[in-house]
């Protein structure tokens, strides 16, 4: 059962498979080149993000952020619990600077991670007015440091522009 996917810019698909604890990773026709299994004691894996051939997942229970790098045929914790900065982070995005942008859906905003993950800091929050959040459910950014947020409860896309 896919639970998410992403196309990395190798134009491989990362697809996150719930029923059978990996992730898949295809080629654009569709064969399979690589399993990878979700590490062991983790909750649930809501979002996959790729940047550099390192896969990326978020564990929305765990609050905790995982990595596979490139090349590896195993997931770790790249971040320790992300308890007191993240209610419930639902979606992941990587921008081309190694920066994790984690997107929390109940505290409705976004936790900023190292490439280490280490924690970098925490923006935005609850609301109805431009720059605030209502219950979001998806994150992404371009190659210009645009950020996109699918504001659910506010029946919106908001647009960030991140800077270093």
Same mark, same amino acid.
């Given at each position: 059962?896919?639970?998410?996917?992403?196309?990395?810019?190798?134009?491989?698909?990362?697809?996150?498979?719930?029923?059978? $604890?990996?992730?898949?990773?295809?080629?654009?026709?569709?064969?399979?080149?690589?399993?990878?299994?979700?590490?062991?004691?983790?909750?649930?894996?809501?979002?996959?993000?790729?940047?550099?051939?390192?896969?990326?997942?978020?564990?929305?229970? %765990?609050?905790?952020?995982?990595? $596979?790098?490139?090349?590896?045929?195993?997931?770790?914790?790249?971040?320790?619990?992300?308890?007191?900065?993240?209610?419930?982070?639902?979606?992941?995005?990587?921008?081309?600077?190694?920066?994790?942008?984690?997107?929390?859906?109940?505290?409705?905003?976004?936790?900023?991670?190292?490439?280490? %993950?280490?924690?970098?800091?925490?923006?935005?929050?609850?609301?109805?007015?431009?720059?605030?959040?209502?219950?979001?459910?998806?994150?992404?950014?371009?190659? #210009? %440091?645009?950020?996109?947020? $699918?504001?659910? %409860?506010? #029946?919106?896309?908001?647009?960030?522009?991140?800077?270093?």
């Amino acid at each position: 059962i896919p639970r998410n996917f992403r196309i990395g810019r190798d134009e491989n698909i990362y697809v996150i498979d719930v029923s059978s $604890a990996r992730v898949l990773v295809a080629d654009l026709a569709g064969k399979v080149n690589r399993e990878i299994p979700f590490p062991k004691g983790s909750g649930f894996f809501s979002d996959i993000s790729v940047d550099g051939g390192n896969i990326f997942m978020i564990d929305s229970v %765990g609050r905790r952020v995982y990595v $596979a790098r490139k090349g590896s045929d195993n997931f770790s914790p790249l971040s320790e619990s992300l308890e007191e900065h993240l209610h419930f982070p639902v979606s992941l995005a990587a921008d081309k600077r190694g920066h994790l942008y984690v997107l929390d859906q109940n505290g409705s905003g976004i936790v900023i991670l190292g490439s280490d %993950g280490s924690f970098r800091g925490r923006h935005l929050g609850m609301g109805w007015k431009e720059g605030f959040l209502l219950y979001p459910s998806q994150i992404c950014i371009n190659d #210009n %440091g645009e950020l996109f947020i $699918a504001d659910r %409860g506010n #029946n919106r896309v908001e647009m960030f522009l991140t800077t270093e």
